[in-house]
T-cell receptor, first 111, second 113 residues
């Protein structure tokens, strides 16, 4: 079983739609959680960290469910510029600064 | 502005040759990482370093080595390149601490023929 699992998509949505991505992780000792964004043939960039209480950054909302080992990302009012691959990322045990990446979910927002 | 760079950006080599990929960061970060990205696998950790003279193996370290002689650089060496090492390689760095954001270089596309 992969440490971090995501639906690869692609998710094809119209502009203005709301779309949600889910991710599960296997290591119950994981301490830190992130969503990264990767544009085609580019490097990954941090989109947002995910906190236990849930957090929002503009049109983006991230949620964490530790009991179910589940992370989500909600994008409201999708823009064409949101088209990218979204990577679910988990830090391992406390003190381990290396990250484990999911394979990514591809989003294509259509006009 | 601080940045992280990789060179070369593209490399074609032959099976059995030694190849070194350079990574240089001007963030003064202690933590540096090498990943490879392949279709269907996402990013996988090859080696990482928490500071000068510190190196650690990641999940796919076989056939690769790194050394950290200063804060700015973490070169990745493929001792004897194999076709299975054809991939896109990303270097990343982060400040000390568990939750700090990792900044990625632009990547090196390596083809082993």
């Amino acid at each position: 079983r992969k440490e971090v699992e995501q639906d690869p998509g692609p998710f094809n949505v119209p502009e203005g739609a709301t779309v949600a991505f889910n991710c599960t992780y296997s290591n119950s000792a994981s301490q830190s959680f992130f969503w990264y964004r990767q544009d085609c043939r580019k490097e990954p960039k941090l989109l947002m960290s995910v906190y236990s209480s849930g957090n929002e950054d503009g049109r983006f909302t991230a949620q964490l469910n530790r009991a179910s080992q589940y992370i989500s990302l909600l994008i409201r009012d999708s823009k064409l510029s949101d088209s990218a691959t979204y990577l679910c990322v988990v830090n391992g045990d406390t003190g381990r600064r290396a990250l484990t990446f999911g394979s990514g979910t591809r989003l294509q927002v259509q006009p | 502005d601080a940045e992280i760079t990789q060179s070369p950006r593209h490399k074609i080599t032959e099976t059995g040759r030694q190849v070194t990929l350079a990574c240089h960061q001007t963030w003064n970060h202690n933590n540096m990482f090498w990943y490879r990205q392949d279709l269907g696998h996402g990013l996988r950790l090859i080696h990482y370093s928490y500071g000068v003279h510190d190196t650690n193996k990641g999940e796919v370290s076989d056939g690769y080595s790194v050394s950290r002689s200063n804060t700015e650089d973490l070169p990745l060496t493929l001792e004897s390149a194999a076709s299975s090492q054809t991939s896109v390689y990303f270097c990343a760095s982060s400040a000390s601490g568990v939750d700090n954001e990792q900044f990625f270089g632009p990547g090196t596309r390596l083809t082993v023929l």
